[in-house]
């Protein structure tokens, strides 16, 4: 499989006004170009507001998913992020994986109590895992972060992994980010194989203040290229390589021993 370009953005989302995030996302990604895979925060375009019956979509009419889906066709990349859609009486925090092949979804399944999330939404049962140029990329959101159990990899018969990269978009307040920043490690670390991770900036209507720290870890634990101000606007840039995550599942073949 081919390395993989990312691109992270971290913005401060516009609290409830799509069209304001929708006009903030597209000037930030001004003369981006030539990567795989783009990943915006949790609830992207209306920021983590509890407010969903004014604020969720239906699937069948998301402006949302439809700016979704034009912004992966311009920038020619997959887009992950997550949107509030209501289904009949039911409210989730539904992630969306979008690419040229079409739409996967994956719903939020530990849903956030101290927040008020869980009176909100529901939270969905299952694991979703995409198949992206050859990669195996498991879709999550925020809290679902502390719940290891959710995404322990695995060998199958053949002896190849589960899944080979772990995307979380969140809305990880800076109070507990270094709860973030270790948790997402371990993730890394336990399961042998990549993580994604994209928080927003910025104070939300809830006067809660976030600070970014969007980071890309590889296998052994390590961080990639951290923004110069972790807790500013701004695009995170770097790779998977397929060559070394294969290198060091070979020279360290823990997942075998489960």
Known sequence: MPDLN???????????????????????????????????????????????????????????????????KELNCAIYTSVSIQE???????????????????????????????????????????DFHGWKLNLQICYDLRFPELIRNELNIDGVAKYDALLYVANWPKKRIKHWISLLKARAIENQCYVIACNRVGTDGNDIEYNGNSLIIDPNGVIQNPLDENYAEGILIGKLSAHDLSDLRKKLPFLQDR
């Not at 039911?90 to 109590?113: A, P, Q, S």
């Open 6 to 72: 990312i691109r992270i953005l971290q913005f401060d989302q516009v609290w409830e006004d799509k069209q304001k995030n929708f006009s903030k996302i597209k000037g930030l990604l001004h003369n981006q170009n030539d990567f795989d895979l783009l990943l915006l925060p949790e609830m992207f375009h209306t920021g983590f507001t509890m407010n969903h019956t004014t604020h969720s979509e239906q699937m069948t009419h998301s402006a949302g998913i439809d700016f979704l889906k034009s912004l992966s």
């Open 88 to 130: 009949n009486e039911l409210v989730f925090n539904r992630g969306v994986f979008i690419d040229k092949e079409g739409m996967t979804l994956y719903d939020k399944r530990k849903c956030f109590g101290l927040g008020g999330e869980s009176e909100s939404f529901t939270p969905g049962q299952n694991e979703v895992i995409v």
